[in-house]
């Protein structure tokens, strides 16, 4: 019966990242199957804090939804969690792997930075944005995919969340201008290149707009690349899935660049014929 509540549970949390991340739930299936549900699970989690602030309209009520997620993490930490499938499943996953809780409230510490949002003035304060929503997820993963080496790979793991955050952001500027009046693109850099705001209102792209998309989608393949010289660090049964998942998202970028830079009119995604032809 525990056995089977378990299976329900982990079944839960693989069904959110089936419907809401085809790109991370064809890397990370690779996975032996304790690390996959793992990764499911700690997906749910962030999957729950990013609808927080998303699904809901109005500032107070995404930061009470926050506010009430925090809560609930309290609760978990204490092991008095609620009676749902989400933190049971993640009750077992801190149950199995040597997991720190620190990340889950810098996650939650990311989306509040949504809610009350600026645009960043500079590429290191877009970077410390990156490590909240994204780079923590990293660091949560880290002790399932690095079960003996976790504790020296803190930043590998850290750079390779803030390229895949800096390449959702290069892949999704117009949505987030038009559809959340977000602008991701840092400040400074806008200016050094001459792209301002009238241009992106105006779904101008022009060469200003290459270069500075360009300039922000080579930091993130440095960081890619920072990420990848490390890979042989990490467990033997995890380096394919990860190289899968880094080697997909980085492939978003190229995508952009074949569809000439468009993404403000259009939304780019790697094809699923192309998705199979780079699993590792």
């Known amino acids: 019966m525990i056995q089977q509540q378990l299976n329900e549970d982990l079944l839960y949390c693989e069904n959110i990242i089936k419907k809401h991340s085809k790109s991370f739930y064809f890397a990370f ?25 998303d699904e809901n309209p109005i500032a107070a009520v995404k930061s009470a939804a926050i506010n009430q997620l925090r809560h609930e993490l309290d609760l978990f930490s204490r092991h ?22 620190q990340p889950f409230y810098d996650q939650l510490t990311g989306q509040e930075m949504d809610i009350d949002f600026s645009s960043p003035k500079t590429l290191q304060q877009l970077e410390e944005y990156s490590y909240y929503v994204a780079g923590s997820v990293g660091l949560m993963l880290l002790p399932i995919i690095a079960t003996e080496n976790h504790q020296y790979l803190k930043k590998t793991a850290v750079d390779l969340g803030i390229a ?34 009238e241009k992106l209102n105006q779904q101008l792209i022009d060469q200003s707009f290459i270069n500075l998309w360009e300039h922000l989608a080579v930091r993130a393949e440095t960081l890619y690349d920072a990420f ?33 830079y468009d993404c403000l009119t259009k939304r780019n995604f790697v094809a699923k014929e192309r998705l199979e032809q780079m699993r590792v």
């Open 228 to 260: 990848s010289n490390h890979l042989m660090i990490y467990d033997d049964d995890s380096k394919a899935p990860l190289m899968t998942a880094a080697t997909v998202y980085r492939e978003i970028l190229n995508v952009v660049r074949e569809n000439h």
């Open 80 to 101: 008095e969690e609620r009676d749902h499938p989400l933190w049971r499943a993640l009750r077992h996953v801190f149950n199995t792997f040597e997991m720190d809780i």
């Open 29 to 53: 299936s690779g996975l032996p199957a304790e690390k996959r549900y793992a990764v499911y699970a700690i997906y749910a989690f962030c999957r729950l804090a990013d609808d927080s602030v």
């Open 164 to 197: 895949m955050q800096i390449t959702n952001i290069l892949r999704d500027i117009g949505e987030d201008f038009h559809e959340k009046n977000r602008i991701y693109l840092p400040e400074m850099e806008r200016l050094r290149f001459g792209y301002g705001e």
